[in-house]
T-cell receptor
Framework: RKEVEQDPGPFNVPEGATVAFNCTYS??????FFWYRQDCRKEPKLLMSVYSSGNEDGRFTAQLNRASQYISLLIRDSKLSDSATYLCVVNRDDTGKLIFGQGTTLQVKP | EAGVTQSPTHLIKTRGQQATLRCSPISGHTSVYWYQQALGLGLQFLLWYDEGEERNRGNFPPRFSGRQFPNYSSELNVNALELEDSALYLC??????????????FGNGTRLTVT
């Protein structure tokens, strides 16, 4: 079983739709969590950190459920420019390693 | 503020050769991470350096090695190149020490092609 798992998708949604991605992690020593966005053949860019109480940044909302060991990303009012691969990242404080999920591909259609 | 810089942008080598990739972290960052991303695959953790020392490495053979210099820049060396080493190699930095809850900041990557 992979340490960080994501549904690879693709998720094909119309503009204006709300879409949610989940990510599960297997190691309870994981302490920090992030969502990154990666455009085709480019480097990943930080979208947002994920805090225990949940956090929001504009149209994006991140949630953390430590009991069930998953994090989620909600995108409201999808734009064409949101089309990308979304990477879930888990930081293992015991090893310092940051483990990336395989990514979930989102395609927003007009 | 300058971001993470990597060089070269592209590198073409033949099987059996050695490749050297370079990375300069964001000013003030002491931790450097290297990842490999083969076409269509996710990021695979390669190496982590902090304060000049190798702190952890991923499941890669010993022919993948590197080092971190006193100015915190880093070098990744890949010896005896194989065709499957063709990938995008990403370097990232963040504050070291106790700043483990800070995110990584990535460079643009080096695209290595082995023929």
């Amino acid at each position: 079983r992979k340490e960080v798992e994501q549904d690879p998708g693709p998720f094909n949604v119309p503009e204006g739709a709300t879409v949610a991605f989940n990510c599960t992690y297997s190691n309870s020593a994981s302490q920090s969590f992030f969502w990154y966005r990666q455009d085709c053949r480019k480097e990943p860019k930080l979208l947002m950190s994920v805090y225990s109480s949940g956090n929001e940044d504009g149209r994006f909302t991140a949630q953390l459920n430590r009991a069930s060991q998953y994090i989620s990303l909600l995108i409201r009012d999808s734009k064409l420019s949101d089309s990308a691969t979304y990477l879930c990242v888990v930081n293992r404080d015991d090893t310092g390693k940051l483990i990336f999920g395989q990514g979930t591909t989102l395609q927003v259609k007009p | 503020e300058a971001g993470v810089t990597q060089s070269p942008t592209h590198l073409i080598k033949t099987r059996g050769q050695q490749a050297t990739l370079r990375c300069s972290p964001i000013s003030g960052h002491t931790s450097v991470y290297w990842y490999q991303q083969a076409l269509g695959l996710g990021l695979q953790f390669l190496l982590w350096y902090d304060e000049g020392e190798e702190r952890n490495r991923g499941n890669f053979p010993p022919r993948f090695s590197g080092r971190q210099f006193p100015n915190y820049s880093s070098e990744l060396n890949v010896n005896a190149l194989e065709l499957e080493d063709s990938a995008l190699y990403l370097c990232a930095s963040r504050g070291g020490g106790a700043v483990y809850n800070s995110p990584l900041h990535f460079g643009n990557g080096t695209r290595l092609t082995v023929t």
